[in-house]
């Protein structure tokens, strides 16, 4: 089966619910390890849009926007496990509710 069988609905329909689904768990979650993992599901279904869109329309560039994304992606889970490490090395936490570190 190749990617010409599958309509370009279905891709656009799963990258929606993928998506659907990061934005709830960003929204109701409170650990923000899961909150990452949210935010990173949401981009996957943006290169999932990318991908289909590129081979759909016969070019290229929707696949290098999505080796940015991927860029990004991978700094971005960097950063947020170096800012989740230091927050719970200082307050014993990874609940982003019970955090106040902008406070005085």
């Known amino acids: ?3 010409q069988s599958i309509p370009l609905d279905w891709y656009l329909l799963l990258a929606a619910a993928l998506f659907t ?6 929204v109701t979650r409170r650990n923000a ?3 990452f ?3 990173e599901m949401m981009l996957n279904s943006v290169n ?3 991908v289909s869109l590129a081979q759909f329309m016969g070019d290229i560039a929707g696949q290098v926007f999505v080796l940015f994304v991927m860029a990004i992606a991978a ?4 950063i947020g496990l170096a800012i989740v490490l230091a927050l719970f090395r200082n307050k014993r936490t990874v609940y982003v509710d019970e955090v ?5």
């Open 21 to 26: 689904i990061g934005v709830v768990g960003v």
């Open 48 to 50: 999932l849009v990318f």
């Open 37 to 39: 993992m949210a935010i």
């Open 33 to 35: 390890i899961i909150i």
């Open 100 to 104: 106040n570190v902008l406070k005085w």
């Open 1 to 3: 089966m190749n990617l």
């Open 75 to 78: 700094g971005e889970a960097a």
